[in-house]
């Protein structure tokens, strides 16, 4: 088993070193990835960023079977080109594509929300969303798609399918489509009600064509890693979906039996 999305100190937000997150997902009996966040043209200077040619020097000898180098792209239309240019340009096991930012706001920050209502504000999210799935072909798991309900400031901040059935289809539909996964990312899973809210999405993806998750805690550190993996499993299992993992680039299955 992997747990494929986590950060550490090369991500703006981590202090986590390698050594941590190896000796934690060894407790565990993880396999793990490392997805550093990239996120270009972030509003402020120089943060979400980094250099990635370090990334692999520092990396690349503690690279094995179960330690796999992946990077995290916060994904906006117009830094496409450039983000492409990264990835093609390294040797990457694993590519999140993520929408961190709606509108030129990261959407963590409270202004976001502010005089807005949930319908304004998540149809925003899932325009940009859709929008760039459209555009990034190359990515292989889109990311926490409820990263919004970690941030919203709302009374009910979880994603339902028939509130935005209309963005989500096709959404879910395009990657389908495209024979990409899905990402469960546990970080709200330990909360009932946000995974029931997110059954129906995983199950929708199924039904129109989807066959792939990837499973990840979002560590930033050791402490997290493998987080809320048993909700995470009884998700995929619960929607028909197979959980897999990226190795250079291609899609892996997790052995049988786990
Ligand atoms: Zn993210
Ligand atoms: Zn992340």
Redesign the pocket.
Known sequence: MYDTHMHTRFSTDSTMSMEDAVRRAGELGLGIIITEHMDLNYPEPQAFIFNVDEYFDAYQPCRNDNVLLGI?IGMRGETEPDNRRIVEGHSFDYVIG?I?IVDGVDIYQESFYQGRTKQDVYSRYFSAMLDCVTKYDWIDSL??ID?IARYARFQDVDIYLDEFREPLEKILGLLASRNKAMEINTRRLGDKKALEALIPIYRRFKELGGQFVTIGS?AHNPKDIGKNFEQAMSLAQICNLKPVFFRERRMEYWKEGV
């Open positions: 995290e993520s961190h990311g926490h990263y979002d």
